[in-house]
C-alpha cells in the first residue's frame, strides 16, 4: 500500500516518513512519540506520496491516497516498549466521497445565495 520495502535492510529510523506526504510529517511524528514515549494507542489519518489512481468515465484520474494508522504498544513485563502493532487501511475512497459531499453543499449554498439575491432584486 505504501510502497516501504519489506527488505530490512532498507529500513531505517523513521524511515516511513519517506512515503508519507511532507505536510503530514509533524503530525506522524508527535503520534509516533505518543506511541513509543507515552506507551499510548494512537490513531491518525495521512497522506502517501503514492497516488490513488481510480477509473471514471473521463479516463483515469489520480488523487492523494489517505491512510487510517492505528498503532498498539506492545509492552513487556517490566512496560517497556517490545513491539509495535499497527494497521494501515487505505481510506482514500471515503476522503474523496467526503470532498465529494462537500462540493455539492458548497455548490447548493451557493445556488441558494443567487436565488435568494435575485428574490431580492425582483422584489
Not at 57 to 73: D, E, K, Q, Y
Not at 79 to 96: A, N, P, R
Amino acid at each position: 500500500m505504501t510502497g516501504h520495502s519489506r527488505n530490512k535492510s532498507e529500513h531505517c529510523r523513521m524511515s516511513f516518513l519517506n512515503f508519507i506526504e511532507q505536510q503530514d510529517h509533524e503530525e506522524f511524528r508527535g503520534q509516533w512519540e505518543k506511541l513509543t514515549v507515552a506507551k499510548e494507542e494512537v490513531t491518525s489519518e495521512l497522506r502517501l506520496k503514492k497516488p490513488w489512481i481510480r477509473q471514471e468515465s473521463s479516463g483515469t484520474v489520480r488523487n492523494t491516497t489517505w491512510i487510517l494508522f492505528l498503532a498498539l504498544p506492545q509492552l513487556d513485563e517490566n512496560g517497556e516498549l517490545s513491539k509495535v502493532f499497527g494497521c494501515t487501511t487505505d481510506i482514500s475512497h471515503f476522503k474523496w466521497a467526503e470532498q465529494v459531499q462537500l462540493q455539492s453543499r458548497l455548490q447548493a449554498e451557493e445556488a441558494k445565495r443567487q436565488q435568494e439575491n435575485f428574490i431580492d432584486m425582483t422584489s
